[in-house]
């Protein structure tokens, strides 16, 4: 089926009233276990990547991969950097063929923020790309510890109303209590926020932190207007404790086989995330 710009898959999400899962890839293993889980669930996907995968495999030599395995797997699909930390990042995955893109200058000052992210958009607009922002700070857990976003990181409504109209962006990512990382205690939404973001902003939602988010929650996020959930820290826990457990046994040492096995795992969390997200079926 080949690739599409993300605000395609996004908008019939928010449409629809259910979330378009976007699942880190590093490799042609994950991509393919990610495309063949969609493929078989007939729900649409969104495979991202970014600074912390790079130093395995630059953008060209992903995408190449990428749109090679969506034409054998007949699902929409967009390939999309995550975080990307400047221009020139967004400027190569452009080139390389990446039907969307993330700059994320969260940190800067607000104007600042607006200017880089106006340029993104102009970077994108000949390829028909999608661009992410995002505005206010997620912020990340470390992987033993969970300290929530302090309020002054969270999203505002109306500046986030004013972000979405000065950039241009396709798609927005908002803080709401959500982070990187592993939560060792529940995440604290705020529903009442994200429901004011959404009476103000007309583009489509992205929660970033997906996973270990109670289901419930993530459910509830979703009616209120979130489009889009990234999911990263479960497949890397997935395929860390899959080849831990296989050479703690002694079992599969020859590592193409304990990758193959520990793919299983990858796509068992892949398929939850799509049922979670309500994207089964809408392919």
Known sequence: MGLAPMADLLERASEHGYAVP??????????????????????????LNGPGEFALVRPADLSL????????????????????RS?????????????????????QPFSENVKQLQQAVALAVPSGATVEGEIGRIGANHIESNG???????????????????????????????????????????FARLAAIRERVHVPLVLHGGSDTPADDLRHAI??????VNVATELVTAVRNSLLAQW??????????????????VAAVVEKWIHLTDAAGRA
């Open 22 to 47: 976007a699942f880190c890839v590093w490799n042609i293993e994950t991509a393919e276990t990610v495309l063949r889980a969609a493929a078989a669930a007939k729900s649409p996907v969104i495979l």
């Open 148 to 190: 929530a976003p302090p309020a002054s990181a969270l999203t505002d409504p109306d500046e986030a109303a004013a972000y979405a109209e000065q950039t241009g962006v396709g798609a927005l990512a908002i803080a709401i209590g959500n982070a990187h990382g592993h939560y060792t205690k529940l995440p604290d939404l705020d």
């Open 223 to 228: 009616s209120l207007g979130i489009a889009k």
């Open 87 to 107: 221009l020139a990042e967004v400027q190569e995955c452009l080139a390389a063929g990446y039907t969307s893109v993330m700059l994320d200058c969260s940190s």
């Open 248 to 265: 703690n046994a002694g079992e599969n040492l020859w590592v193409p086989m304990a990758l193959s096995r520990a793919m299983r795992d």
């Open 65 to 84: 991969v990428v749109r090679a395995l969506s034409t054998r797997y007949p699902v929409p699909a967009a390939l999309h950097l995550d975080h990307g």
